[in-house]
């Protein structure tokens, strides 16, 4: 059985992660590209393909290291909600909202699916 805490961050994190590329591609192709037309910054979501299999199965070290991946997002967002408008702004805000959801997820997950925690739950059955 699986505790509920483990399902619902590793359904956060992958739900979160997916969100982070799907929005990195569409800002910067189609809904706010620096330039019109798109511009070469939606190649900032290829280092979010690299955790995408690790975490959507489940990996205990990939939570861990993705974690730390996510605050490149979440300072672009910081960065660009304080100095943008319009929609730019509110895509810097989902950008912020997605990363926070993933790393709680992740070290949550990352918490609780370690040895010590699976075996005090096991003593406790």
Do not use: H
Request: glycine share 8%; with cysteine; charged share 10%.
């Amino acid at each position: 059985m699986i505790p509920a805490i483990l399902k619902w961050s590793r359904l956060g994190a992958s739900i979160s992660l997916v969100g982070l590329i799907v929005l990195c591609l569409g800002w910067e192709i189609f809904w706010a590209p620096l330039r019109s037309g798109g511009s070469l910054l939606f190649l900032k979501a290829l280092p979010l393909l690299a955790p995408l299999f690790g975490v959507l199965r489940g990996k205990r070290y990939t939570y861990q290291w993705a974690g730390m991946l996510v605050l490149f997002y979440f300072t672009e967002g910081t960065v660009r909600a304080w100095s943008e408008t319009g929609v730019t702004r509110m895509l810097a805000w989902t950008e912020i909202l997605l990363s926070v959801l993933f790393f709680a997820s992740a070290i949550a997950y990352a918490k609780y699916s370690g040895q010590r925690y699976q075996a005090a739950l096991q003593n406790a059955a």
